[in-house]
């Protein structure tokens, strides 16, 4: 089967079947406790009657299970959804190393180049980096190279007084220093 982005509950059972019957996935033990967790947990999947079928100790194990997971995919997605869930509480290993899961990972993740991705810093794109560094070239242009008005740098000096809060004490310190050295000159 192959994998689709939204796979239902019982497409992923049918996919998974193969791979949980195989001889040794699940134990006994861990059968045991799923068909009791659908049987007696609200919701109930199991009547009293299948939970005693699925098992029974006469069958062989490869069979119950084979039977419970075609039961299930014959009552419907919610059922399946509850076998996962038992599986994972019961059987967290092997629900991690399932098909499905393991082919949902692979189609969830981006579609950036892993070397690509820790380039990309932002989704806004590279007119968005332009306009912003032309903002800030153009405000270190115009500092550096025009005197401010000293009415303007009496409340630019306020400003940047409460700016311990904003942007840190270390680097207030040096803008105040750089205003009071534009206040001494003329």
Same mark, same amino acid.
């Given at each position: 089967?192959? =994998? !689709?982005?939204?796979?239902?509950?019982?497409?992923?059972?049918?996919?998974?079947? +193969?791979?949980?019957?195989?001889?040794? !996935?699940?134990?006994? @033990? $861990?059968? %045991?406790? #799923? #068909?009791? $967790?659908?049987?007696?947990?609200?919701? @109930?999947?199991?009547?009293?009657?299948?939970? /005693?079928?699925?098992? &029974? *100790?006469?069958?062989?194990?490869?069979?119950?299970?084979?039977?419970?997971?075609?039961?299930?995919?014959?009552?419907?997605? !919610? %059922? =399946? $959804? /509850?076998?996962?869930?038992?599986?994972?509480? &019961?059987? @967290?290993?092997?629900?991690?190393?399932?098909?499905?899961?393991?082919?949902?990972?692979?189609?969830?993740?981006? /579609?950036? %180049? +892993? %070397?690509?991705?820790?380039? &990309?810093? &932002?989704?806004?794109? *590279?007119?968005?980096?332009?306009?912003?560094?032309?903002?800030?070239?153009?405000?270190?242009?115009? #500092?550096?190279?025009?005197?401010?008005?000293? !009415?303007?740098?009496?409340?630019?000096?306020?400003?940047?007084?409460?700016? *311990?809060?904003?942007?840190?004490?270390?680097?207030?310190?040096?803008?105040?220093?750089?205003?009071?050295?534009?206040?001494? /000159? *003329?």
């Amino acid at each position: 089967m192959f =994998c !689709r982005k939204y796979q239902t509950y019982c497409d992923r059972l049918v996919q998974d079947t +193969p791979f949980l019957t195989s001889n040794g !996935r699940l134990s006994e @033990q $861990q059968v %045991d406790k #799923i #068909i009791l $967790q659908l049987n007696r947990f609200y919701p @109930q999947i199991l009547t009293n009657k299948e939970a /005693e079928k699925f098992r &029974n *100790p006469k069958t062989s194990l490869r069979v119950r299970l084979s039977d419970l997971l075609t039961h299930l995919q014959r009552k419907g997605e !919610r %059922d =399946c $959804q /509850e076998f996962y869930r038992a599986l994972y509480i &019961n059987a @967290q290993p092997l629900y991690g190393s399932l098909p499905s899961r393991k082919a949902m990972k692979t189609s969830d993740s981006t /579609e950036l %180049d +892993p %070397d690509k991705e820790k380039y &990309n810093l &932002n989704d806004r794109g *590279p007119m968005f980096f332009l306009a912003c560094f032309s903002v800030a070239a153009g405000l270190a242009f115009l #500092i550096y190279y025009c005197s401010p008005d000293p !009415r303007v740098l009496r409340g630019a000096r306020r400003v940047i007084g409460f700016s *311990p809060i904003i942007i840190g004490k270390h680097l207030s310190h040096y803008l105040l220093a750089y205003l009071e050295k534009g206040f001494k /000159e *003329p």
